[in-house]
């Protein structure tokens, strides 16, 4: 269940003066169960790419293969690409329609084929696996907040049973608490179902801590795509990309200049502590040892 | 999906069509399809033809674009054609059972087509060469007289330029649509005409919740900045004739001139 781009190039209105090159030559290997973190500045190529990955834009040039399998090829089956391919986009506005949330999440598994009764099931499951509260069910999707109908949109896609989940800034326009949530929701499921997961955002505060792998875009060019601690070693290089490593990376990189040896690569702020805690208590030992033990605690 | 629209889209260049004032090309066009009617033989149509291409030469917009908005009148253009050539009386060249392709058919058949296009062409190098804004700016300034009998010349310019304002909005935002249910696997060409109708709601409700929420949006910043309409409003580039305009009124009773000797010497 593997996905992979070879040489995957994409060019808006080609042949016009409005003609740009979204995306330059990528190569790229999504392989299953990964929990992966797409990142860049606004306009580097991160939503045309993950459109790439469910054939709802069409590569202008290079080869997208599922499974193996070229996913233009004259009698590939995308219908059945998109249900096992889900991608959630930016603005649930632009996908909830019907009167009441339970059938708006069902709309999906309805469309592939299942009855109302199946479809049901799988929307329940979907919703409760999000976090969405039951008694809110009949609710139309309209009155319900922000964060809530994220979780609507979610489950809608999350309903198909998709093997991949690709979600678009499933946090922008959420509060800090309300983007928390949905985040350890989406860690939850990536857990439970075990499918692979593709986070995209433009903060890095946001995805360090639960992707295992980070792509990080730029001019349409995948410039960085490994671990998060390898890729936040290069901070000076994603400033000048209009990006940041996590408040904590600079931190420990200012702590490291000012000759305490903690580990620079820390990226979150549990494994910061630990790091400066072992680092201090090493000190207050070896002071106490430099001193004849004669420092009182 | 659905960006191959020309009528109404400006082609940003730097020649002089674009510097003119737009009430100079609104009445260019205006004199352009009223010369289309006049003309009604060969020789006129070639002048026509020559003033046609006289303008998308220097309009400096690529004649591809120009062309663009002729797809969109196709199927009129089909069906205005065929049904001249059959159904017009006259001397018969070819017929098929009860079909008959007549001369005066073939005739009448050419002319429509040409006229046609040559609408079609004639105002699209208008709305090339010039942005949405402006050309209200310029109906607004025409239709100003329209006051005195009561017409709101002002409110009705302004709601044209939002209307067209949103146009390239709502596309994009169809667009976007669109995908999101696609993904999640609805099919807007499948099935017949009212299962195709039914598949459409998944896309035109989220459409019009977005459609009047920008609305509200639009309005509340507009009060928020004091808008009261048209009385005593002045505009940040009033619209000036310049000497090229001169030029080209003069240029345009020319042709017109050229048009109605054409007419009435029946050439």
Known sequence: MSIELKNVMYTYSPGTSYEIHALKDIDL???DGQFIGVIGHTGSGKSTLIQHLNALIRPTSGTILYNGEDIWADKYDRKTLRSEVGLVFQYPEHQLFESDVLSDVCFGPMNQGKTREEAEAEARKALSQVGFKEKNYGKSPFELSGGQKKRVAIAGVLAMNPKILILDEPTAGLDPKGRDDILDQIA??????GITIILV???MEDIAKYVERLIVMNHGETVFDDTPKAVFSHYKELETMGLAAPQITYIMHALKEHGLDVDADATTVEEAKRSILAVLNENKSALLKAEGGCLDD | MIRDITLGQYYPADSILHRLDPRTKLSGTLAFIISVFLFHTFPGYAVATVFLAVMIKIS???????FKGL???LMILMITVVFNMVLTPGQILWKWGFLKITR??????VRMAIRLIYLVIGSSIMTLTTTPNQLTDGLEKSLRPLNKIHVPVHEISMMMSIALRFIPILLEETDKIMKAQIARGAAFEN????????NMIPLLVPLFISAFRRANDLAMAMEARCYHGGDHRTQMKPLKYAARDRIAYCILAGYLAIGIAFRVMGI
């Open chain 1, 201 to 203: 955002s433009h903060s």
């Open chain 2, 104 to 109: 005066e058919g073939v005739d009448l058949a």
């Open chain 2, 191 to 198: 099935g017949n005409l009212i299962q195709k109708a039914k």
């Open chain 1, 188 to 193: 939850e499921l990536h857990a439970a179902r």
């Open chain 2, 60 to 66: 400096k917009v690529p004649v591809k674009f120009i």
């Open chain 1, 29 to 31: 290997n999504i392989p």
């Open chain 2, 71 to 73: 797809k969109a009148i």
